[in-house]
């Protein structure tokens, strides 16, 4: 198995070890790939108790494609920076909102993202997830 395969899986959030914002209550990845095709889904519980689940179809290749189930992102690009490293960009109208990088852990057991985000006015915050495997595709 290639290392951007190890991607492949279901992560679950890891709170204790993440300082992502409060509103975030619990997240869990879902991962499908082959390394050019890329298929995410990320079901999400906010502070309110709501869930969101949010998804996006598309390959590792820069492009932007359509992301659904959130109010903050239109579309996300992906792709493979190195093999164990994917890059993400969320737009919201044209816009870059979020950027992310992720980085598979060499026992492939664990991914650590990089969140940048950005307000609209020039500010730009940075939060860290750590993600732990909890199955593989």
Do not use: C
């Not at 996300?76 to 960009?89: F, M, N, Q, R």
């Amino acid at each position: 198995m290639t290392a951007h395969q190890g991607f492949a899986g279901i992560w679950q959030l890891n709170r204790e070890r993440s300082d992502v914002p409060p509103v975030t209550k619990s997240q869990v990845l879902e991962i499908i790939t082959d390394g050019v095709r890329v298929a995410m889904r990320e079901t999400l519980v906010n502070d309110k108790g709501e869930t969101l689940t949010i998804s996006v179809d598309g390959k590792l290749d820069g492009l932007d494609y359509p992301v659904t189930g959130t109010p903050f992102a239109d579309t996300v690009s992906y792709k493979l920076a190195a093999p164990d490293t994917i890059e993400g960009i969320a737009k919201k109208n044209g816009i870059v909102v979020v950027k992310e990088t992720a980085v598979l852990a060499d026992d492939g057991m664990s991914v650590s993202v990089t969140y940048v985000s950005f307000d609209g006015k020039g500010k730009s915050s940075v939060s860290h997830g750590f993600f732990e495997r909890i199955a593989r595709q």
